[in-house]
């Protein structure tokens, strides 16, 4: 059986100690390098020891060294922007799995992939994309509703995430709204916001606690509504996202792919 050798951009965080530990145990898989930023208080210590299962003989690093297949970065948005350098100087295939990158740093990640192939998605998560599909199939469904329908996206986090709103919750708005064409964009409300405009899809963003991630797709019509909701029960469904595509990325000719790419949609 060949494997995949990877690098984990990020390997000390949260998700990057998920990737070492879920990454240790997968025979198509090998760890060959455990990547963080320069004033990390972990440098040197082994990924397999932070990610608590048992030494992998791979310690944090700065350095790409070892020969490489693919590089997962589930890092923050500066180190997105290093990483995505580093590998396309050498060619090396990137998982880009980080959210919150600017504009500047989308633009970066768009040119590299005419180098190098790049998996880039909002989320990783496999039940997810195949959510956007359904959402898909429900706007064309419903957007010729003689009464109108309101579309609201409601999505939950954890206390600890950075941007708002996720980037998946603004995946999906783009999804809706290429189909049903909604231009007014809001975020919450507030005070007397007055009646709402079938022109309009709204966001919803809930930092609470350690919830790894939801979102609900309200499509309200007169007389009833239909939901599309999707959660995660653990941090691993981004990993096992994450996981798959550097499988599924050497050997791809350079481009910008996506999990429907990942999953054959």
Not at 49 to 61: F, I, K, Q
Not at 72 to 82: L, N, R, Y
Not at 166 to 190: N, P, W
Request: proline share 7%; glycine share 10%.
């Amino acid at each position: 059986m060949t494997t995949t050798k990877i690098a984990i951009h990020g390997a000390a965080g949260r998700m990057g100690r998920r990737l070492v530990a879920l990454s240790s145990s997968d025979p198509q898989l090998e760890l060959v390098a455990a990547l963080e930023c320069p004033d990390h208080p972990e440098l040197g210590v082994d990924a397999g020891t932070l990610a608590a299962v048992g030494p992998l003989d791979v310690p944090l690093t700065l350095g790409l060294d070892a020969p490489t297949d693919v590089v997962i970065d589930f890092s923050v948005p500066g180190g997105t922007a290093a990483i995505v350098a580093i590998c396309l100087q050498r060619k090396i295939p990137l998982v880009v799995a980080t959210t919150g990158l600017s504009e500047a740093q989308q633009a970066m990640v768009r040119a590299a992939a005419e180098k190098t192939p790049i998996v880039w998605a909002p989320k990783m998560r496999l039940a997810v994309k195949q959510l956007m599909k359904l959402s898909e199939t429900a706007a064309r469904a419903l957007r010729d509703c003689p009464a109108g329908v309101d579309v609201e996206i409601i999505e939950r986090h954890h206390r600890f995430k950075r941007d708002a709103p996720s980037g998946t919750a603004l995946a999906f708005g783009r999804i809706i709204t290429d189909v049903m064409g909604q231009r007014q964009v809001r975020h919450g409300r507030e005070g007397e916001p007055g009646p709402r405009s079938q022109n309009e899809i709204a966001y919803h963003a809930v930092r609470a606690g350690d919830d790894p991630g939801q979102h609900t797709i309200v499509f309200g019509m007169l007389g009833e509504v239909v939901e599309l909701h999707v959660a995660a029960t653990s941090r691993d469904a981004y990993a096992h996202g994450a996981l798959a595509a550097a499988k599924f990325l050497p050997g791809k000719p350079p481009g910008l792919y996506d999990m429907f790419a990942v999953l054959g949609l």
